[in-house]
């Protein structure tokens, strides 16, 4: 038995069976994670992975009692190199931080700054994605902290902290008719062409749920992942923009105004996620507190499952 044999396992499961798939993860061929997985099969006196001719299909029931074991023994194995690491140099490393492109780009910043100037020595590597490939990345280890605002607490081996609360501001043109409304109404909102974030970013599901259960239609002219190219073109006259209050300082010179709108749509709330049972390293802790300054160390070990409290301060 040997960790590529079990990261075969994980893998093939992970990606829906699919064994090009786990190929392209592993950095290896096909045949090879085939006979990896075979190997392991025949050591073990079971098959894991149901088949239809050389197609894995499923798991067998064997194969669901065995996949969780294997998924603990290399979160070990991950927590152990961790825990070298740790202790071999406290203040050197690479803090691996997957996001969207809002938390990245208006939330982030003064946070890396504090922590750089904490952690000189700690580089720091921040991948943007949508909230389901975040989750995928923190799960399969590619990343320490995921940060988003949907969908984190969906994955029972993620745990996700809730750390701050925002609303979403309409932004429109200077002049717009709009501007004229005592108090905007979502009826009023769409009679407009509208210009917001892709389906699964930034709240995008409280806005569609507001206008669902007002049970009004509207026009959605262009989606984005990102902010500033949502307000780009609202300046352009496409449309009357939806977008995240914390995206808007660093647009107040191109000609738009914002109308609060914290009536009309659900609060958002940002969530941090590590996976369950990780070892995290004492910079991480601390990147986490500052992002999160109202949970505490012993919290975050404690909801973690960490088994040595002794790291708490």
């Given amino acids: 038995m040997n960790f590529q044999q079990l990261r075969s396992i994980r893998e093939a499961s992970?990606?829906?069976?699919?064994?090009?798939?786990?190929?392209?993860?592993?950095?290896?061929?096909?045949p090879g994670v085939s006979r990896q997985i075979r190997e392991?099969?025949?050591?073990?006196?079971?098959?894991?992975f149901e088949r239809n001719g050389k197609r894995l299909t499923g798991l067998t029931e064997p194969g669901k009692g065995i996949l969780p074991i294997v998924e603990r023994l290399l979160l070990e194995a991950e927590n152990l190199q961790q825990a070298g690491n740790e202790y071999s140099d406290q203040t050197k490393g690479t803090l691996t931080i997957a996001?969207?492109?809002t938390q990245a780009r208006y939330v982030l910043p003064k946070v890396?700054?504090?922590?750089?100037?904490?952690?000189?020595?700690?580089?720091?590597?921040?991948?943007?994605?949508?909230?389901?490939?975040?989750?995928?990345?923190?799960?399969?280890?590619?990343?320490?902290?995921?940060?988003?605002?949907?969908?984190?607490?969906?994955?029972?081996?993620?745990?996700?902290?809730?750390?701050?609360?925002?609303?979403?501001?309409?932004?429109v043109p200077e002049?717009?008719?709009?501007?004229?409304k005592e108090q905007v109404s979502l009826e009023d909102i769409s009679n407009y062409p509208l210009i917001t974030y892709d389906v699964g970013f930034t709240g995008r599901g409280h806005i569609d749920a507001a206008f669902q259960q007002a049970e009004l239609r509207t026009d959605i002219v262009l989606t984005a992942m990102d902010s500033?190219?949502?307000?780009?073109?609202?300046?352009?006259?496409?449309?009357?923009?939806?977008?995240?209050?914390?995206?808007?300082?660093?647009?107040?010179?191109?000609n738009l105004?914002?109308?609060?709108?914290?009536?009309?749509?659900?609060?958002?709330?940002?969530?941090?996620?590590v996976r369950r049972g990780a070892y995290l390293r004492t910079y991480t802790y601390d990147f986490i507190r500052q992002f999160a300054p109202d949970l505490s160390k012993e919290e975050i070990i404690k909801a973690v499952g960490e088994a040595d409290a002794s790291q708490a301060d």
């Fill in 14 to 30: 992970r990606r829906g069976f699919n064994l090009t798939e786990v190929a392209n993860v592993l950095f290896t061929s096909q």
């Fill in 257 to 273: 105004r914002t109308i609060a709108v914290d009536h009309l749509f659900t609060p958002n709330v940002t969530r941090l996620a």
């Fill in 175 to 180: 002049g717009h008719a709009l501007l004229k």
């Fill in 112 to 171: 890396v700054q504090q922590f750089r100037q904490a952690f000189p020595d700690v580089r720091i590597a921040l991948q943007q994605s949508s909230p389901d490939h975040i989750a995928e990345w923190v799960l399969s280890g590619k990343a320490d902290i995921g940060i988003a605002t949907e969908g984190l607490s969906q994955f029972k081996d993620l745990v996700s902290f809730a750390c701050y609360s925002w609303n979403h501001v309409l932004v």
């Fill in 40 to 48: 392991l099969e025949e050591e073990l006196g079971v098959d894991i």
């Fill in 228 to 254: 500033d190219v949502i307000q780009q073109y609202v300046a352009l006259g496409l449309g009357v923009g939806i977008v995240a209050s914390m995206a808007i300082e660093a647009n107040r010179g191109n």
């Fill in 99 to 101: 996001t969207t492109h």
